[in-house]
């Protein structure tokens, strides 16, 4: 079981907890790349999540949510919040911010003060089509 396999401290630097208000329960995407997650955006719809990372060569992920809000009663080795729709790289260290825009289309990340590169994926479409540093 992969939470065997991570000390405590690591396992909170890997993990998004995703807390809902309404049914007051709270349900997690875990990141089995080990790496912190270090920036985390949601879309306009609610239905996506995206998650960067810091360490070398960081992914930037777009998480699709469980409709169920997180309750589909998965284990921690697939995420029983949801699952991985897209994974970028294009950082050398770590990913300061993401962000979708406004229209879902696009999802934007910036890199740490060691690469200052902003990228720009066309997600759903598995592209990136810009980066400027």
Request: contains cysteine; positive net charge.
């Amino acid at each position: 079981m992969l939470m065997r396999k991570l000390a405590p401290q690591n396992l909170v630097k890997c993990t998004v907890v995703l807390f809902n208000p309404k049914k007051l329960s709270q349900n997690f995407l875990l990141n089995t790349t080990k790496k912190a997650i270090t920036a985390v955006a949601y879309s306009v719809c609610g239905r996506y999540l995206a998650t960067g990372e810091c360490g070398h060569n960081p992914s930037i992920k777009v998480w699709e949510l469980d409709a169920s809000g997180g309750n589909g009663g998965g284990t921690i080795e697939n995420g029983a919040a949801g699952s991985i729709v897209a994974e970028f790289s294009g950082h050398k260290y770590a990913v300061s911010c993401v962000a979708f825009s406004p229209t879902g289309k696009y999802l934007v990340s910036v890199g740490s003060q060691h690469d200052n590169i902003v990228n720009v994926f066309d997600w759903k479409a598995n592209l990136k089509i810009a980066s400027n540093k």
